[in-house]
T-cell receptor
Framework: DSGVTQTPKHLITATGQRVTLRCSPR?????VYWYQQSLDQGLQFLIQ???????AKGNILERFSAQQFPDLHSELNLSSLELGDSALYFC??????????FGSGTRLTVV | AQKVTQAQTEISVVEKEDVTLDCVYE???????LFWYKQPPSGELVFLIR??????QNEISGRYSWNFQKSTSSFNFTITASQVVDSAVYFC???????????FGPGTRLSVLP
C-alpha cells in the first residue's frame, strides 16, 4: 500500500456520462497531482492542487475538472465522456523532499 | 518546453542478462529532477530513483544502477542479472523543481524471459 488511495479501481460507463474519481493523498501531503495514462498519449499531467488551491494545469480537457477539499482529498470529474477518455487515471501526492507517491490508479472504460 | 525520450520501445532479454534502459531529456532549465518509475503488469507506478541536476554521482543499489550524464542529457538505468520479476514498463520522468509536475517519457517495455 503506497498510502495514496484511489477509488474506484475500475469504472465502466457509457459515452456522454459523468464520473467522479477520488483520491486521498498520503497523510500529511498537501499536494495532489492527477495524471492520465492512455495508449496513444502515454502518461500525461492533468492538474495539480496544493492545500486546496489549483497550482498547475496540464493537458486537461474543458470537460474535466478537479478540486481538493479541506480534508485534502481530491476529486477529478469527467463529463460528457467519450470513448477516447478510456484510460488509467493516476493520482500522486508529494511527500516532503523525498518524492512523489502514486496511487494504484482508476481504470476508466467508456463504452 | 521539456521533453523526455525513451528510444527503446520494447526490450526482451533472457534471465540473468544485464539490460540498460536509455533516457534522454530536454530542458533549458538548470535546476531539474530526474526519476525512474516502474509499472509492473498490475499497473501501479513504483518509484525507483530520483536525481537532481546538481548531483551527477552515479549510484548502484543492489541489481540496479543509474548513469546520469548532463553533458549528453542522459539518465540511463541498468539492471544487472535480470529476473523475470523485472518484467515491466519503465518510465523516465523529468520535473523542473520542487513540487512541479512530471513530464514522462513514453516508457520502455522490458520482458525478461526465463
Amino acid at each position: 500500500d503506497s498510502g495514496v488511495t484511489q477509488t474506484p479501481k475500475h469504472l465502466i460507463t457509457a459515452t456522454g456520462q459523468r464520473v467522479t474519481l477520488r483520491c486521498s493523498p498520503r497523510s500529511g501531503d498537501l499536494s495532489v497531482y492527477w495524471y492520465q495514462q492512455s495508449l496513444d498519449q502515454g502518461l500525461q499531467f492533468l492538474i495539480q492542487y496544493y492545500n486546496g488551491e489549483e497550482r498547475a494545469k496540464g493537458n486537461i480537457l474543458e470537460r474535466f475538472s478537479a478540486q481538493q477539499f479541506p480534508d485534502l482529498h481530491s476529486e477529478l470529474n469527467l463529463s460528457s465522456l467519450e470513448l477516447g477518455d478510456s484510460a488509467l487515471y493516476f493520482c500522486a501526492s508529494k511527500n516532503g523532499n523525498y518524492g512523489y507517491t502514486f496511487g494504484s490508479g482508476t481504470r476508466l472504460t467508456v463504452v | 518546453a521539456q521533453k523526455v525520450t525513451q528510444a527503446q520501445t520494447e526490450i526482451s532479454v533472457v534471465e540473468k542478462e544485464d539490460v540498460t534502459l536509455d533516457c534522454v531529456y530536454e530542458t533549458r532549465d538548470t535546476t531539474y529532477y530526474l526519476f525512474w518509475y516502474k509499472q509492473p503488469p498490475s499497473g501501479e507506478l513504483v518509484f525507483l530513483i530520483r536525481r537532481n541536476s546538481f548531483d551527477e554521482q552515479n549510484e548502484i543499489s543492489g541489481r540496479y544502477s543509474w548513469n546520469f550524464q548532463k553533458s549528453t542529457s542522459s539518465f540511463n538505468f541498468t539492471i544487472t542479472a535480470s529476473q523475470v520479476v523485472d518484467s515491466a514498463v519503465y518510465f523516465c520522468a523529468l520535473s523542473l523543481g520542487y513540487g512541479q509536475n512530471f513530464v514522462f517519457g513514453p516508457g520502455t517495455r522490458l520482458s525478461v524471459l526465463p
